[in-house]
């Protein structure tokens, strides 16, 4: 059988279409610029499905039966982190949130966990701190990068921001690279949540991560977004976003505690 010639051309109507199913699933916008992106990453599907145009793997998405829609958001997800990013948001978990706590119990959302590293960390500063009545939530919309989270399973590169001493007493060297240990596993877990559906867990969390994240929503997504985090956040809790984001824009009753952190 002869392969099917493969046209790569998006055109602004299959572009515009494509944006508003990832809009409405996700609440993520693709603006204009963001062309390339798409169809890069969309290429490998299309050639997954043997179909040869932007236009038939549209007819497969618009397809209920066939679950590319959720494929498609999947693929069209950022998902950039890593170990201790953004490191002064976990010194302030350590000198503000914990300490909060007394000895009592710790729960923590990751939102937007990507890969694991985010969750891993937290797991880590909490080990370190001796708090083992702990609970770490740690969330995606995106299943690929969760089955990386859950294998827990890191290359050389990937670890390097953990210092040592950390990385020895919380990882072991396996054939396929750096594996989260049973001690970190065991305080976090893994599960599909879209940011934009219901929210099946009920809080209330002493702290929520949800760092480079909201850049993706526009205001009135970001505006809802915060409202339901405090929500779900216990008294005095902490709210933590990306460094490259701010609930200045927004009305919201959180006090600013110093740049992306904020406590209800």
């Known amino acids: 059988m002869t392969a099917p010639a493969f046209d790569l051309t998006l055109g602004d109507d299959e572009f515009r279409e494509i944006g508003a199913l990832v809009r409405d699933v996700a609440g993520i916008q693709l603006p ?32 209920p039966s066939r679950g590319e829609l959720a494929e498609m958001v999947d693929v069209l997800t950022t998902n ?22 007394g000895t009592g119990p710790v729960r923590i959302w990751s939102a937007g966990c990507s890969t694991g590293e985010e969750p891993y960390t937290m797991a880590m500063v909490l080990r370190e701190a001796g708090r083992h009545d702990a609970k770490i939530l740690a969330t995606d919309i ?27 007493r919380h990882f072991a060297r396996t054939e396929r690279g750096w594996e989260a240990g049973a001690g970190l596993k065991s305080l976090v877990t893994f599960a599909r949540l879209n940011l934009m559906a219901r929210w099946p867990m009920r809080g209330p969390f002493h702290a929520i991560f949800c760092r480079n994240v909201m850049i993706y929503f526009d205001r009135d997504t970001q505006q809802a977004l915060v409202a339901r985090f405090r929500e779900l956040l216990a008294p005095g809790g902490y709210l933590f976003v990306g460094h490259s984001e701010s609930l200045t824009a927004l009305k919201h009753d959180f006090t600013y505690v110093q740049p992306a952190v904020y406590r209800r």
Do not use: N
């Open 142 to 168: 995106s299943r690929r990068v969760l089955a990386h989270a859950k294998a827990g399973v890191y290359a050389d590169a990937i670890v390097r921001p953990v210092p040592e001493a950390l990385r020895l």
């Open 80 to 101: 950039k982190t890593d170990f201790f990013r953004e490191s002064a948001h976990f010194d302030v978990l350590t000198r503000l949130v914990l300490p909060s706590l």
């Open 32 to 63: 204009a610029g963001k062309e390339g992106l798409v169809r890069a990453r969309l290429a490998k599907r299309l050639r997954a499905h043997g179909v040869a145009s932007y236009g038939e793997y549209l007819e497969l998405v618009r397809d």
